[in-house]
T-cell receptor, first 113, second 113 residues
Framework: NAGVTQTPKFRVLKTGQSMTLLCAQDMNHEYMYWYRQDPGMGLRLIHYSVGEGTTAKGEVPDGYNVSRLKKQNFLLGLESAAPSQTSVYFC????????????FGSGTRLTVV | GESVGLHLPTLSVQEGDNSIINCAYSNSASDYFIWYKQESGKGPQFIIDIRSNMDKRQGQRVTVLLNKTVKHLSLQIAATQPGDSAVYFCAEIGTTGRRALTFGSGTRLQVQP
């Protein structure tokens, strides 16, 4: 049981490049979330999904897109990376049955130069 | 390099002492609160939770206190150990359908041997 797996773990992008971060969970969780964490701050919600085929914006969605084509995967895309998107990105999932036991991935450290 | 907690307030305690970490939350409508521990290079790790209809909950070596009047949470760690050194975040969950976590800004706990 791997829990929540994020790939890649590290990435350096040039300004204007695009990339996709993958989050995969094997717990059959309904809810999935993407957060970013900047130095000295708590995690902030980018986008989330309450089930396969659904996505919605969080607090800081600008510059990102997401897709949830399969229940187990939640993809975060950066179409044109900017230095302000340098951050550590965390994915989380949880069951939708009233249990608030979130499971977090180990993070993706992204640097945009 | 570490990207978490560069400018966080720091609590320094001696091994064996008790630690108290405080947190002010923002939404008076939040009905669920969680304390997380985050070590360098890792995702948040669940410590203890509490519902808004409670004012105290105890776990193994940890106690969470909730004061809804002043929107304040505290985490008490008994007999602090070097392995407790990490950044600690409180998080709240509001009553909207997404049930996403809203994180506080965090406190770094340093345990001196």
């Amino acid at each position: 049981n791997a829990g929540v797996t994020q790939t890649p773990k590290f990435r350096v992008l040039k300004t204007g490049q695009s990339m996709t971060l993958l989050c995969a969970q094997d717990m059959n969780h309904e809810y999935m979330y993407w957060y970013r964490q900047d130095p000295g701050m708590g995690l902030r919600l980018i986008h989330y999904s309450v089930g396969e085929g659904t996505t919605a914006k969080g607090e800081v969605p600008d510059g990102y897109n997401v897709s949830r084509l399969k229940k187990q995967n939640f993809l975060l895309g950066l179409e044109s990376a900017a230095p302000s998107q340098t951050s550590v990105y965390f994915c989380a999932s949880r069951s939708g049955t009233g249990n608030y036991g979130y499971t977090f991935g180990s993070g993706t450290r992204l640097t945009v130069v | 390099g570490e990207s978490v907690g560069l400018h966080l307030p720091t609590l320094s305690v001696q091994e064996g002492d008790n630690s108290i970490i405080n947190c002010a939350y923002s939404n008076s409508a939040s009905d669920y609160f969680i304390w997380y521990k985050q070590e360098s290079g890792k995702g948040p790790q669940f410590i203890i939770d509490i519902r808004s209809n409670m004012d105290k909950r105890q776990g193994q070596r940890v106690t969470v206190l909730l004061n809804k009047t002043v929107k304040h949470l505290s985490l008490q760690i008994a007999a602090t150990q070097p392995g407790d050194s990490a950044v600690y975040f409180c998080a709240e969950i509001g009553t909207t359908g997404r049930r996403a976590l809203t994180f506080g800004s965090g406190t770094r706990l340093q345990v001196q041997p």
